[in-house]
């Protein structure tokens, strides 16, 4: 018998209190529901950020559409070339030579030669063996002053394995010099959204004060300035997703590598802030007590602002929403729900904690096709991410994407700001979330 997705209301499988949930995936794999929220940054935003590059996609028209029109949206249409694969190619014809033939018919009707091409083929390539290797053999060999690198497009490894993404960046990490190390500069490795400032990012402001340079790949002016960021005397990553990245090209180059973990609370702000001290030998006392008295400050005049008006979190506004969500309920916060699909190893001990102190906390899905038809909510809330701000139907939310630059006590002041900011400010949801890539240039 068939039976309408979505239909009735039963959210059983896509809505629990945490005290029910399992760690780190509550929620069954299936079917999925594609939310009109697009402010997460994809695999061409994140590629667009190598200067004087460009992007080649080989895949079927239906593949390309999103990716097409995300290059299109930032204005970078000239920097972008696709390959569409129709069903003779897999028919008739040796889809290694047609990926290969495409490239170089990319390459060769640009008016001017890039410097380096972020290659992304895709599922059918596995499927049908393509010799990807002889591709880019032939490609190197013909165009030496081109640096090529080896992306993929392939969503049936989203969930198992490395993802595209986390490969695009280990991958943007290879053009770099193996160079001396300079102790004045260091690299921060794969971020999905501009950095921040130092006075909402407590690292950059610690380097800042150190005289240390912090280089950013978007923040480069040519590819030739990049690739000497390689001299960076040691590597960071805030992003979990730049792992990967990060780690390879420190033992690559052979240099320290720091996590700067993107927990909210105190404990781990602290120990990323010592391990990066240490290695400049840097005392932090002082510098760090003002920070803290700064953001406690904060949090009290936003706790006297929201009150106990209830508050959800997303996964794609921060990468840790347990650990934000353990934060604001130990500040006193009313902290309802979480939108998250999964979670990371690291917010273990938080989940642990939620399910303890806050038993009744929601856990939602945004995949689940039944949220389609998730309810609108009986009152006000505050939401902190897109997709929580769609959810909810709320007009009081932070507009933010991974992290959005906030990072230690400068991260939590600049977090209970625009809290309170949302709240005096209020707006629709529709227009702002449905920007791709929040952070990036859009001509929308």
């Given amino acids: 018998m068939l039976k309408r997705v979505g239909a ?16 780190p995936n509550p929620f069954d794999a299936g079917l999925e529901f594609n939310t009109p929220e697009h402010s997460h940054w994809n695999i061409v935003h994140i590629g667009m950020q190598l200067p004087e590059s460009r992007q080649i996609y080989i895949c079927a028209d239906n593949c390309m559409r999103g990716v097409v029109m995300t290059a299109d949206e930032m204005d970078a249409g000239d920097r972008f070339g696709m390959v569409l694969l129709e069903e003779k190619d897999l028919l008739d014809s040796d889809l290694t030579d047609v ?26 390539h596995h499927f049908v063996g393509t010799d990807i290797d002889q591709v880019y053999e032939v490609l190197e060999a013909k165009y030496p002053d081109i640096f090529w690198l080896r992306c993929w497009m392939d969503p049936i490894m989203q969930k198992r394995g490395t993802t595209p993404d986390e490969r695009e960046r280990l991958e943007m990490t290879r053009p770099l010099y193996d160079l001396p190390p300079d102790c004045t500069q260091v690299n921060l490795i794969g971020p999905d959204t501009p950095a921040g400032s130092v006075q909402t990012n407590d ?13 950013t790949m978007s923040a480069c002016p040519d590819f030739e300035t990049y ?4 001299a960076a005397a040691a590597e960071i990553f805030v992003s979990p997703f730049a792992k990967l990245a990060a780690e390879g090209l420190g033992k690559r180059l052979n240099r320290p590598v720091f996590n700067l973990n993107v927990g909210w ?56 929403p347990l650990s934000l969500a353990r934060f604001l309920i130990e500040s006193d916060f009313n902290v309802v729900r979480i939108y998250a699909d999964g979670f990371l190893p690291e917010e273990q001990a938080d989940f642990e904690w939620l399910q303890t102190h806050a038993p009744s906390l929601v856990l939602c899905s945004t995949l689940r096709p039944e949220m389609r038809r998730w309810p ?13 701000a769609w959810f909810e139907k709320s007009t009081y939310f932070v507009q933010m994407v991974a992290n959005g630059g906030l990072w230690g006590y400068s991260g939590q002041r600049t977090l209970m700001q625009r809290m309170c900011d949302a709240l005096d400010h209020p707006k629709e949801a529709k227009p702002v979330i449905a920007q791709k890539g929040w952070g990036c240039t859009c001509v929308l």
Avoid: H
């Fill in 99 to 124: 990926t290969l033939q495409g490239i170089i018919g990319c390459i060769e009707k640009w008016k001017t030669r890039p410097k380096a091409v972020l290659v992304f083929p895709v599922c059918l």
């Fill in 376 to 388: 609108n909510p009986k009152e006000k809330v505050l939401a902190i991410g897109p997709r929580a």
């Fill in 203 to 215: 690292f950059a402001n610690l380097l800042e004060r150190g005289g240390i340079r912090l280089n």
């Fill in 227 to 230: 690739r000497k960021t390689g």
């Fill in 265 to 320: 609370r105190d404990a781990e702000i602290d120990a990323s802030l010592d391990a990066l001290a240490k290695d400049y030998s840097w005392q932090l006392s002082e510098w760090r007590a003002s920070k803290r008295k700064a953001a406690g400050e904060a949090v009290q005049f936003a706790k006297a602002r929201i009150g106990q008006m209830p508050i959800a979190i997303d996964a794609v506004g921060v990468f840790r």
């Fill in 8 to 23: 009735g209301a039963d959210f059983s499988k896509a809505s629990m209190p945490i005290s029910k949930a399992q760690f």
